[in-house]
């Protein structure tokens, strides 16, 4: 079946209690067993939910994966992935990294012994130099968060594989229905769910999912005994989402493709960042190993109090962190979501500013940005 298909139908077969055509809410804490130790595949929500199991089941398929693990929170996911990694061995991961991210890996997990490379997108054709036999992990977004670089995933899979090592990819930005990165070689792809697979900005929720059934074992005894795992509302939340997640995708390429052209014309708008234009160099990987190259964008301002004023003045485009709802956001990274980055020699510039292009009317969006422009033209 097409992708549209399964997003709707996977892992959600009418209840076989009520034939009830939406998957049930399961919101139960335990179950009755049948007698000491013998029950129908569920004993504790932590442990397992039918709610859950429907998500998880659907968003395996859409990644072309065999198991399918969720959690609480993208957090949550990159945190139990983490521990197949232990103090000593290292990590490489792309420079540009969510903030999130870089904030749990310099000060959380390197106080504990752990290494962290990082490496700037720029510099991945060479990869295999910065790899060696004590190299765990690759770590790459792609296109990544919020310099949009571009990597590409199958040299990266094979660098990661000479020395042993497993390629991690996020793939929150592209989404399964633009990209999937386990086809081009990836060991375990994960997700912010509460981005575009819920796409309402109305839940919060992570995701894993491979085709090695070692390393599937693994994350489930992880989310078990760790704990991060979504409650049943959450995740039929996901689930409602992911059944548009299709068309949703091909309204924020659309969008974001006449945002990104409209930007690079502005004489106010110092340079465009999007895999989608053919001046990004990561454009040509973005063409073989995408559908369509996404709903964000990010450019630089004038300068960063320019960026933060120009956040400000936008009307549609609503100033705040996360993305991928219906609803266009704005935000400053250096300042917000990457403040944590801010020491680092490969900081979000203070002057980027990256946007997240929703479903709207994009004549009312290009609206929006022009009028907040002006104001930046009339103050150069």
């Known amino acids: ?8 139908h996977d ?21 009755v067993q049948e007698e000491v130790g013998v029950h129908k595949g569920y004993d504790y929500s932590r442990v397992a939910n039918p709610t859950r199991t429907a998500l998880q089941q659907c968003l395996a398929s859409l990644e ?3 198991h399918g693990v969720a959690f609480s929170s993208g957090l949550g996911a990159v945190t139990t992935v983490m521990h197949l ?14 903030g999130g991210v870089y904030r749990m890996t310099s000060q959380v997990y390197e106080p504990k012994g752990y290494l962290f490379d990082y490496v700037p997108a720029a510099d991945f054709p060479n990869l295999r130099e910065r790899l060696d036999d004590n190299t765990r992990i690759v770590w790459i977004e792609s296109p990544s968060n919020p310099m949009l670089n571009v990597v590409d995933i199958r040299a990266a899979a094979d660098a990661a594989h000479d020395v042993g090592a497993l390629l991690v990819v996020d793939n929150t930005f592209a989404t399964p229905y633009l990209q999937r990165p386990l086809e081009l070689g990836a060991d375990i792809v994960v997700h912010s769910t509460t981005k575009y697979l819920g796409g ?3 839940v919060v929720g992570g995701f894993a999912a491979t085709n090695d059934p070692t390393i599937a074992e693994r994350l489930y005894f992880l989310q078990k005994s760790l704990g991060a795992v979504p409650g ?11 059944k548009t997640l299709a068309v949703r995708m091909q309204r924020h390429c659309e969008n974001a493709t006449q945002v990104a052209l409209f930007l690079s014309r502005h004489d106010a708008v110092e340079r465009v960042l999007y895999p989608g234009l053919p001046s990004h160099p990561g454009h040509d990987i973005a063409a073989r190993q995408m559908r ?7 450019f630089l301002a004038s300068s960063p109090e320019e960026a933060a004023a120009l956040s400000a003045r936008t009307k549609l485009f609503k100033l705040a962190e996360s993305l991928g ?35 709207e009317s994009v004549d009312d969006l290009l609206d929006d940005l022009t009028r907040a422009l002006v104001r930046t033209a009339a103050h150069a």
């Open 325 to 359: 709802g219906v609803e266009s956001m704005i935000e400053v990274p250096a300042r917000m979501t990457h403040a944590a980055t801010a020491t680092a020699p490969f900081a979000a510039p203070p002057n980027l500013i990256r946007l997240s292009v929703g479903l």
């Open 85 to 98: 990694v232990d103090p000593g061995q290292r990590v490489v991961l792309i420079a540009d990294v969510y």
């Open 64 to 66: 072309s994966a065999e």
């Open 232 to 242: 049943p509302f959450d995740s039929w939340l996901v689930l409602r989402g992911i």
């Open 1 to 8: 079946m097409e992708f549209e298909t399964r997003a709707i």
């Open 200 to 202: 309402h900005s109305d």
């Open 292 to 298: 369509h190259f996404g709903g964000m964008v990010s």
């Open 11 to 31: 892992g959600q077969e009418p209840d076989p209690a009520t034939g009830a055509l939406t998957t049930p809410i399961y919101q139960t804490s335990t179950y």
